[in-house]
């Protein structure tokens, strides 16, 4: 189930990325051209700016992603930070 699910996520992360790479900065972009955004023609800063950006956003989109597969798989850590104050709890009381 993590594997198809982790599949799932991959393969709709890289049609996205795909599409903005090769369609929107090569093939769409004399078509984006007409639009103006902030003074430039919309297909030169896509490609120049906006694909980084969507970049960006893919690694943050894949992060919440696959934390939420996780927690719904059981594969979620505890914090570290929690699991250190618990540890030395405990061995405070040891001592």
């Not at 198809?4 to 078509?31: E, S």
């Not at 955004?37 to 919440?64: D, E, S």
């Amino acid at each position: 189930m993590y594997w198809n699910a982790n599949k799932r996520v991959l393969y709709t992360l890289l049609t996205v990325w795909a599409f903005v790479t090769f369609g929107c900065g090569i093939l769409l972009a004399d078509w984006l051209d007409r639009f103006q955004f902030f003074g430039f023609p919309l297909g030169f800063w896509f490609t120049q700016q906006g694909a980084m950006i969507f970049y960006v956003a893919l690694i943050f989109i894949y992060h919440f992603w696959m934390k939420k597969i996780e927690r719904y798989c059981g594969f979620i850590e505890q914090d570290p930070v929690k699991l250190t104050k618990q540890l030395l709890r405990e061995n405070d009381k040891g001592a």
